[in-house]
């Protein structure tokens, strides 16, 4: 029997699979890679002119979603694919899974497939630190953590690698991921407090962390519960209908947003009248809009996920890809590139 051919080096592709991720993280280091990821979003964000920006394509179910993020800086193109179903967990599975692709926009050929529900994590945690080292007030050494699933421990130890956090707060409705974030984290160099509830976790803490998975508009924080100047990231209101502020925060917040056409749609400000005024984090950065005013204002980071935070997450993992990576015979290769069917069909085994 005739051996099928060997696919060519132009039909392969990187693939960094959760094993890669995990060995490529022990090597850099967390606290580093969550430093560098949050650098160099923020590089990209200073640059936001050059992107194809679009809202995110997302696909609605009672229980979830799948979205479908695409960017391009006109020389690489990128795209995750991720889900987000809070129920998830009941079963044994995730709440968020990711994958995602970077390619070339000269030639339209992927340079690497790649696990993203880490590197989402990673990013996640990074845009927030981000926003945090902008908007936060200065000196903020107290964090609490409302949420203690996937995401907490990435957040935590973002916000004492980029802005200096020293303590940390933790609540969750279900004590289980609590004790699993307290013990995550112990020896992290943070203070680790367990509290029983929302309103002891925010005691003292003067940048406070909402991250919590619940298909609903739940009221994770009240607004008897915010006391001025503190800053705000509420991450798990990412979806119409799934917040976690109550509205009248808003009302007494200053709002900073990603993507404003998609903020509105997905964000906290979804609860808010259409002509409810936001900032833009990247103008922010860029300096072409105030941040924080003064030691009283209440600022907030609507975040509800960004494809330029992906596009900048994968460029820096392709940074991190080395020889010897595993390969996928995913592009087919002819060698007459118009021949796709000539090579098929040489394929074909002979009858016995
Ligand atoms: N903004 C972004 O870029 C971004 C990125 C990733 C995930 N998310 C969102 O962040 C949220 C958390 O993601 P995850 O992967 O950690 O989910 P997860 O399911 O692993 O953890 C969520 C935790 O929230 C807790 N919780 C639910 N309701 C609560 C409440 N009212 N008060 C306190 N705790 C409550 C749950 O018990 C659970 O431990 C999700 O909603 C997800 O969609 C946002």
């Known amino acids: 029997m005739r051996d099928l051919p060997q696919p060519s080096a132009q039909a392969l592709v990187p693939f960094i699979s959760v094993a890669d991720m995990m060995a490529i993280i022990h090597r850099v280091g967390l606290e580093a890679a969550l430093r560098d990821l949050t650098d160099r979003i923020e590089a990209d964000f200073r640059r936001w002119a050059t992107f ?14 799948i979205e479908l993020m695409p960017t391009s800086d006109g020389e690489r193109y990128a795209f995750k694919y991720v889900n987000g179903h809070p129920a998830n967990t009941r079963a044994g599975l995730q709440t968020v899974t990711a994958f995602g692709v970077l390619s070339q926009v000269a030639t339209g050929y992927p340079l690497m497939f ?3 529900t ?4 990673l990013r996640t945690a990074a845009t927030s630190a981000l926003a945090a080292r902008h908007l936060a007030p200065k000196g903020a050494r107290v964090m609490a953590l409302i949420g203690n699933g996937a995401q907490a421990e990435f957040q935590a130890l973002a916000l004492k690698a980029v802005c200096g956090i020293d303590t940390v707060r933790l609540y969750d409705v279900d004590p289980a991921a609590t004790e699993k974030c307290e013990r995550n984290l112990k020896g ?12 002891a976790a925010i005691e003292g803490a003067q940048i406070i962390t909402t991250c919590t998975a619940d298909k609903r508009n739940a009221t994770v924080l009240h607004d008897n519960m915010i006391g001025a100047g503190v800053h705000i990231n509420a991450i798990g209101g990412d979806c119409p209908g799934k917040t976690e502020l109550a509205p009248a925060i808003l009302e007494r917040a200053q709002t ?25 984090l ?4 860029t300096g072409a809009v105030e941040g924080r005013r003064d030691t009283g204002q209440i600022t907030l980071f609507d975040g509800v996920g960004f ?17 010897g990576s595993q390969m996928l015979d995913v592009i087919a290769d002819p060698d007459d590139p118009r021949d796709l069917y000539g090579m098929l069909m040489r394929a074909q085994r002979p009858k016995a």
């Open 114 to 116: 790649a696990e993203m």
């Open 307 to 323: 494809a330029i935070e992906d596009f900048t997450a994968l460029n820096w993992l392709y940074d991190q890809v080395h020889a």
């Open 118 to 121: 880490v590197l989402t994590a």
């Open 282 to 285: 990247w103008q922010v950065i």
């Open 52 to 65: 194809d920006k679009t809202a995110r394509v997302a696909s609605h179910s009672d229980i979830g979603v």
């Open 188 to 199: 992290s160099g943070l203070t680790v407090i367990g509290c029983t509830s929302a309103e």
């Open 256 to 280: 900073f947003v990603e993507f404003e056409p998609q903020t509105r749609v997905e964000g906290e400000i979804q609860q808010m009248p259409a002509d409810y005024p936001v900032a833009a």
